[in-house]
């Protein structure tokens, strides 16, 4: 034998061995600790990793002793792929032989993650970039980052919640509410309002190229010869506020001044649209947003804003979380 | 030359680990039994009444509970009621598509299922970590799995649980320690099972069966969701891949 050959036949082994090794731990990773089963929040996807035996797994398949015949069976019958030990072991005889008869996908097919995972049907939400909820029909479509969040000031006292990948974090706890959205009265438009002519106490504000017109707290762009209203646009600067504009704590030293769903900071020129800010704790929601359960948890997402329900003084109420993603 | 190193070191890698296994085919034949039987029912419903420890960011480290009736039918078909701390939660999986209702919040949202039930647990847990206790039991490869996963599995004897005569097995491997009560009746049904979790500080999730009823007669239709009255339809996001 050539020494090529020898070579050659030591990868194949090799590669024989990651694959009766490797394939299966990935094939087997919703099950056996119990992963989907153990219940309670504790151990939540916290599957430990497998400390499979790494004992080889020749790729010869044996089909199972006991077919299942069991149409009706609630779980596809008892597959047994392996051969049982047939005497008390001593300690250090038991399984050796086990392994070498398991097939290595046989009878694995029910416990496959499905494969429909990636179609996105139903009602997975679409995570990529996407303004707010406003009225589509409209045809408007302005993105002034209305919906990022900046991050708070304050330390977290509480554990983030962690859900595929991200933390969210909160400083007061969850306690769930429907969300039911706030109306400010009735010069107050939700996002998507169409309108055919605005007052004339409207101003004209210029942010980025975009003309809108503010009138009683709420902001509007031209369109199909009238006017839709929009989110508030960041950046924009305004003299006054409803009087329905309620002071919001940032942290220690910032308040907000929030009026139908904008947050506002005061300064000599008035009163100027910012970003959130998580951790501000707001009464009421305006419409435009939609309730996503994220694990245990319900929260209002308005694009990329989350509120989680609180109660504060047995006052129901909505704390802006922030998300972060793990490292 | 380096070649043969390498080859050599995989084959004693191989064998230290097998020869380090010990497997009682007591215990085996004990789990063997209990998955027979399952994997031929047609239909069973059965109470769990769980318990585990969990760190609360207010209270540090507490026992909460979980009571859970579950009913599964047929392949394709399971109703699973799940009460605790986080409130009260039913799924209803007919076949094509789970209902996840909160009876605490009264949302539901609807997942597109796949065609059998041990599929879905897998696509519900894996996809939303959305778990279903004891599911581990109906499993069709559960004692293989147990073979793989664990080093050590031993028969330990009889003892009594709730007055009834069970068989008491323990599975061992580096991460947590998992013991098995079977009634020792006919069916072997599993009574009761306890895990410590060896890495989160020897913390304890222990569950009990109860009611058992094999093969009873489930009418298809309580597979079928029908939202409460205001009830209300709800999104849910998936966990990222």
Redesign the interface.
Known sequence: MTSNK??KN??S??FI?SLTVVL?LGM???????????????????R?????????RPSTSKPSTRP?T?????????????T??????S??????N??TT?PTTN??T?????T??N?N?????D?SKRNINIDNSKNININRNNTRVNASSRHY???PYR????RYYCHR?YF?H?YRPFYWGPVWHPWGFFVATLATTAIIISIENQKYHFDSGVYYVSSDGGYTVVQAPVGATVKTLPKETEKVVVNDTTNNYYYGGAYYEKSDEGYTVVPATAGTIVPNLPEGG???????I?YVQFGDTYYQPIQVDGKNMYEIVEVKEDE | MKNYSLFFALLFSICITAQTKKIDPTAILILDHMSDVIGELESCSFSLSSSFDSKDPDYGLIKKFITSDIIFSGPNKMLSHIEGNNGKKGFWYNGEQVAYYSYTENNYVLIEAPENTIATIDKLHFDYGIQFPAADFFYPAFTDDLLNDFQNIQYIGKVAIENEECFHIKAENDEMIVQYWVSNNAYRTPKKYLIIYKEKNNSHYEATFSNWQLNPKVPESIFEFTPPENAKKIKILAKKK
């Open positions: 020898i070579i030591i990868k082994i090799i061995f299966p087997n990773a919703q099950r056996m600790g119990h992963s989907a089963s153990r219940g309670g929040g504790g151990h939540s996807a916290s430990p990793s497998t400390s499979r035996p790494t004992t080889s299942s069991n149409n009706r069976s609630i779980n596809g019958g008892h597959k047994k792929t392996t049982r030990p047939s005497t008390r072991p300690t250090n005889k038991a399984t050796t086990r392994p398991r009878n694995k029910t416990n496959k993650r499905p429909t995972n179609k049907k139903g009602n997975k939400i995570n006292t509480r554990p859900y595929g990948g991200h706890p769930y429907p939609e309730e996503v359960k994220i694990g245990d319900t």
